[in-house]
């Protein structure tokens, strides 16, 4: 399997699942523990949470610090959640469409009704 282009093909989560299983088992000789793996994606959310405060927020970035791409950021949280998903054998496909149902069983008019979401 080779890396995918930047092409029109639109990537599933299970083709994504697969993607790292393989650049896993191919270049990272193994998956890090899961334990690990939480950590790390506590990393990779902590890194995230420093760029939006730079970005979006009102802390200003330090001497030094270069451009660092949100959209790589995202990915790399996407990559450790969908390597803990698959040490764990979850399906993140199913698992995202069955979490989507309840979400939508569960708030179909929860926010709707939300007076704090009304337009300003």
Request: charged share 30%; with cysteine.
């Amino acid at each position: 399997m080779e890396a995918p282009s930047h092409s029109d093909h639109v990537l599933s989560l299970r083709e994504a699942q697969q993607q790292v299983d393989h650049w896993i088992r191919t270049y990272g000789v193994r998956y890090f523990s899961e334990l690990t793996n939480l950590a790390l994606l506590m990393e990779e959310v902590g890194e995230l949470a420093r760029l939006m405060a730079r970005r979006f927020g009102e802390q200003s970035t330090k001497p030094g610090e270069g451009h660092v791409s949100l959209s790589d950021e995202l990915a790399d949280i996407l990559w450790v959640l969908l390597c803990l998903a698959n040490q764990m054998g979850v399906d993140m496909e199913k698992a995202f469409l069955e979490n989507i149902q309840k979400k939508t069983t569960r708030d179909r008019l929860r926010h709707l009704v939300n007076e704090k979401l009304k337009p300003q």
